[in-house]
């Protein structure tokens, strides 16, 4: 029998993204921010995580599962923020905790308010997942109640 070789398979070559792709951080200038050296200035820059895009209706979502993830998320971008310049463990949680804290939520949470920077819309969503029952009564005694439903409400939107 005479058998010709097969000529030889070529692989697409792939596309993916790479790790160090998918884990940059998307280059922004920084603009000067005027600080008020006030009992919510914590010596560090101020940051603000840029918003998902929701395409569905808010009457699909749950208001307080929208606050564990925004909990989550918020956190996330907390920790991304304080991971530069290299501290130990320590440091890491300490600035981490001081920010995602409820009394620090709130605190944003009012001068955003205050800084008329939330939409009606923005307005209405805090306003909903303000109404969020919980069973975390530590936090709630340590800061209270108006507080860590305020602090929910931030999460939620």
């Known amino acids: 029998p005479n058998l010709k070789p097969s000529p030889p398979i070529t692989l697409p070559t792939r596309t993916d993204p790479s790790v160090f792709d998918i884990l940059k951080r998307p280059t922004q200038e920084v603009t000067p921010v005027k600080v008020d050296l ?3 200035y914590l010596g560090y820059e101020r940051w603000l995580p840029t918003p998902p895009k ?7 979502f749950n208001a307080a599962t929208l606050a564990y993830i925004g909990d ?3 956190e ?14 320590e440091e890491y949680n300490d600035r981490v905790t ?3 804290r409820c009394e620090a939520q709130d605190a944003l949470l ?6 008329s920077f939330l939409s009606n819309t923005e307005r209405d969503v805090l306003r909903w997942g303000k109404n969020i029952n919980s069973a975390k009564t530590r936090t709630k005694k340590r800061a209270g109640a108006a507080v860590y439903n305020r602090a929910s409400s931030l999460e939620t939107l």
């Open 110 to 115: 009012q001068e955003l308010l205050n800084d």
């Open 98 to 100: 001081s920010v995602v």
């Open 72 to 74: 989550c998320i918020y």
């Open 38 to 40: 006030d009992d919510t």
């Open 76 to 89: 996330l971008y907390a920790r991304r923020h304080f991971l530069y310049p290299p501290l130990s463990i």
């Open 54 to 60: 929701v395409e569905k209706p808010r009457s699909v």
